[in-house]
């Protein structure tokens, strides 16, 4: 999750290092681990935190964080997990809609706290200033129990991750999206999870970014969708299972 301008994160190495270092922690963890998928994310949140420096105030609240999605695929089973606001779907051979997994715990906490930004139009000061204080206003709810959970600091937090396994012959393709990619279908509306996989099927992953990006483009006052960010980071990886 970014940190606003203006908001402290009591760190000197910002979110992008974080998810650089933790990515790349979990792809070597589940390469090397036999371990279940939530024993290498909490391994790797362990192994990220000790790479800040002293400087750095890893009991501040708004310390670097981020959401997680895994995909392991095995000879017999793929193994999944997924922890905040990513969204991985499964085309399962033979089901008629994918099967989707999100954890929505932040979205509904931060139902409670996002009128007063909602109400406001995207990209003005006052708009700016209450998605500030909205998020620090969520980060009272961090990795605490009844709130949401992320991977920061606290290896616990993995434990709060949902998993799960499907027999590796059942699985057709993945998808797995940031929330900025499936704003497309489970914020915007404007397209259904099957039609999602149909379009990375025919076109790939650059066709949904392209569509996210025309529909922001088109509500850029936030007036049909309101939302924290005009644009938010989208990422979306397609894969195939042959
Ligand atoms: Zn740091």
């Known amino acids: 999750m970014g940190t606003p301008t203006g908001s402290d994160s009591g760190c000197t190495h910002g979110v992008p290092w974080y998810v650089q270092a933790l990515g790349s ?38 310390s670097p964080s981020a959401t997680v999605v895994m995909l392991r695929r095995t000879a017999s089973a793929v193994d999944w997990l997924v922890l905040a606001d990513s969204v991985l779907v499964l085309d399962v051979i033979g089901a008629a809609e994918p099967m989707v997994i999100c954890d929505d715990r932040e979205a509904q906490v931060g139902e409670r706290y996002r009128k007063a930004m909602d109400a406001l139009a995207a990209d003005t000061v006052e708009h700016v200033a209450a998605h500030r204080a909205y998020v ?22 993995a434990d709060q991750a ?3 396994t499907v027999p590796a012959e059942s699985v057709r393709a993945a998808a797995l999206l940031s929330d900025g990619a499936s704003r497309l279908v489970d914020r915007f509306e404007l397209i259904t999870w099957r ?36 644009f938010d980071d989208a990422t979306a990886i397609y894969w195939t299972f042959s």
């Open 25 to 62: 922690t979990l792809l070597a963890g589940m390469n090397q681990s036999e371990g279940s998928l939530t024993e290498v994310l909490a391994d790797g949140i362990k192994a990220v935190a000790s790479m800040h420096d002293f400087a750095c105030d890893l009991s501040h609240p708004g």
């Open 136 to 157: 620090e206003t969520l980060r009272d709810h961090r990795n605490r129990d009844g709130g949401f959970w992320v991977a920061a600091v606290d290896p616990l937090a």
């Open 162 to 164: 949902l998993t799960g």
């Open 195 to 230: 039609q999602a996989l149909d379009l990375f099927d025919e076109s790939g992953p650059d066709e949904l970014i392209r569509r996210v990006r025309e529909a922001e483009a088109r509500d850029l006052d936030g007036a049909r969708w309101p939302r924290g960010k005009t």
